[in-house]
């Protein structure tokens, strides 16, 4: 048994903050009310990036298995981030971004995606389509048939398609997966899709942000020593994204009732699938509901001989620095995630 209680307590920043932004109240929300939170929030960190710009964005749309085109954001490492990696061929980092598989936009990532993009990094920023108007597993299947009908494409050499869709040649065995919040949970499906189809290996590396790692009704109690309960009991009131929100999202994805893997890999993902992991790299928040199941999921990960970093932002609420990058901690975490990349091999 163990306890990340200590992580709950607030920094100083974060609390100033609070007191300067509105504090809305999600208990009567709609599902539109969601979504436009969501849209609004996606745009906002756009106008407080300061970081580097050495890229060149585009859109076009990825067509998937069944035939369904995805819209894709592009960013290619323009001459000034070639020059910084001797020219060297970029590796390919797909997004998932975060919205509780019901609303959010690849505005949400975009910072981040600017700035893997100028350490030579492809960056396919991936829209894929919501819950509930389409089933729970859509989300992931289509991140997923972006990431093999691209990856599929280079390495039989179809120049055709990866011209038409702006992608230049990039190094087929340096693949990694970025997701945020929802957008973490569909890294980690797909991870286990590859498994499943026996390319364990394809993928070199996970960047988990804030990961749902397992259903709030499936969380393993017994694992958590804490006299405060869990974080979903713990952090239940907390800013941004609280135990309520977490219920609505997740009755919105329509998850089977049983223990599905890909949702609640901590409880329902077997051994011998989780050993053939990539290297992950975990960014865990101490205000956040979904804290102990992803630390409990990293710490499982360890166990098994995966090679795992985690990075506890403590004191900070879900997802905090993937938008608030005026904060001392965002750039902190910015700083912590280079030395991650260069760990996991990016770059």
């Not at 920043?13 to 009310?33: G, K």
């Not at 300061?50 to 592009?74: H, L, S």
Request: hydrophobic share 35%; with cysteine.
């Amino acid at each position: 048994m163990t306890s990340y209680a200590e992580h709950s307590k607030i920094t100083p920043e974060f609390e100033h903050l609070l007191t300067i932004l509105p504090r809305a109240d999600s208990a009567n929300y709609t599902l539109e009310d969601y979504r436009r939170v969501l849209d609004n929030l996606a745009t906002f960190p756009n106008t407080l990036y300061q970081g580097p710009k050495n890229c060149d964005v585009t859109e076009t749309t990825i067509a998937i298995r069944d035939g369904t085109p995805i819209p894709v954001r592009v960013y290619t490492p323009n001459e000034t981030a070639r020059a910084t990696a001797e020219n060297k061929l970029p590796s390919i980092l797909f997004h998932f971004h975060g919205g509780g598989w019901i609303g959010g936009n690849v505005e949400f990532g975009h910072p981040h995606c600017l700035w893997f993009a100028s350490h030579n990094v492809i960056v396919l920023n991936v829209d894929y389509r919501f819950c509930p108007e389409n089933s729970y597993n859509t989300p992931q299947n289509d991140c997923y048939g972006v990431y093999r009908a691209v990856h599929h494409a280079a390495v039989n050499k179809e120049k055709t398609s990866l011209k038409t869709w702006g992608i230049p040649e990039f190094d087929t065995e340096k693949v990694y997966l970025y997701g945020t919040s929802a957008g973490a949970q569909i890294a980690t499906a797909s991870a286990i899709i590859d498994i499943e189809s026996n390319r364990a290996g394809v993928i070199k590396g996970l960047f988990l942000h804030g990961l749902p790692a397992v259903d709030a009704h499936l969380f393993p109690t017994e694992k958590i020593s804490s006299d405060q309960g869990h974080s979903i009991i713990q952090n239940k009131d907390a800013p941004f994204v609280n135990s309520a929100d977490m219920d609505r999202y997740t009755a919105w994805r329509n998850s089977p009732p049983e223990a599905d893997k890909y949702f609640s890999p901590l409880v329902a993902l077997g051994d011998e699938e989780l050993k053939q992991f990539p290297k992950v790299y975990h960014e865990a928040y101490g205000m956040d509901v979904l804290r102990d199941g992803q630390l409990l999921f990293a710490e499982r990960m360890k166990g098994l001989d995966v090679d795992t970093r985690v990075q506890i932002h403590s004191g900070y609420a879900h997802c905090l620095f993937s938008t608030a990058w005026m904060l001392e901690g965002s750039k902190v975490a910015l700083n912590q995630l280079e030395e991650a990349s260069r760990w996991i091999g990016l770059f």
